[in-house]
């Protein structure tokens, strides 16, 4: 699999998972930072890159949405500040559940459609 970091992660947290031999971006890397969350999810896509992203209530609703005019997404992870808190101290955590998430999840389309929760 390969991932996309929402803008609110880290670059570290990509540079990395990298390091780690992992297929990972940060969007702010790509300049997509600034794209609205549809067309975040549709360059997602086109690469195909599961997103990670705390943005819950709108990638939730545009999954369903898409999901109901048969439209696909390389999937969707979602992460809670309360479960996983942001910050330069919790770089190392964010590192070692992805670095398990795509060692588990290799193929390119493991996480097709999916919603997981971390």
Not at 14 to 25: F, N, S
Not at 28 to 46: F, I, K, M, Q
């Amino acid at each position: 699999m390969k991932l996309a970091l929402d803008h609110h992660y880290s670059t570290d947290i990509a540079a990395r998972l990298r390091e780690h031999g992992h297929d990972v971006i940060a969007v702010t890397e790509r300049g997509w930072h600034a794209e609205n969350d549809e067309p975040l999810l549709e360059r997602c896509v086109e690469e195909p890159r599961a997103l990670m992203t705390n943005n819950v209530a709108d990638f939730a609703q545009i999954a369903r949405r898409w999901a109901a005019q048969g439209r696909r997404h390389a999937g969707l992870i979602f992460i809670s500040d309360t479960s996983m808190p942001r910050g330069r101290d919790t770089i190392g955590r964010f590192v070692e559940a992805f670095d398990e998430l795509m060692r588990a999840n290799q193929s390119e389309t493991a996480l097709d459609d999916r919603v997981i929760w971390l």
